[in-house]
């Protein structure tokens, strides 16, 4: 199966030391895109990539919703209070970034701005 690469109350990995809830990366894991031969680069033993990536997490130009930080925290303000309300933001990350930009370039308002609301899965 597959989960969605964001984050929300119940979706994050354990960056402040609160423990992970339901987080789709593994401990020191390799990750490789859906080609199965480019490897997007290596978790570390918090669940989460260090910058820079090997690759890009996409092989063309595109952006999608993550609501995760580029410290890898995660707040309702920056993903529509838990995908739950057309308030506040959403952060967007870089199809083609290998920098913190591939899971956090910029934010759009929740309501109907910005791209159309795609997102990165992974095989879990």
Not at 59 to 78: D, H, Q
Request: aromatic content about 8%; proline content about 2%; some cysteine.
């Amino acid at each position: 199966g597959y989960k969605a690469l964001v984050g929300g109350a119940s979706r994050h990995p354990d960056i402040a030391g609160s423990g992970s809830v339901d987080w789709v990366l593994a401990a020191n894991a390799e990750y490789r895109r859906n080609d199965g031969v480019t490897v997007i680069g290596t978790t570390n033993a918090s669940a989460v990539f260090a910058y820079p990536l090997t690759n890009s997490l996409g092989a063309s130009a595109g952006k999608y919703y993550t609501g995760i930080s580029a410290n890898w925290s995660v707040s309702n303000a920056t993903n529509c209070q838990d995908w739950s309300s057309m308030a506040d933001d959403r952060i967007y990350g870089n199809a083609l970034a290998i920098t913190s930009d591939a899971i956090s370039e910029g934010m759009h308002d929740c309501g109907t701005s910005g791209p159309s609301a795609y997102v990165v899965c992974v095989e879990q």
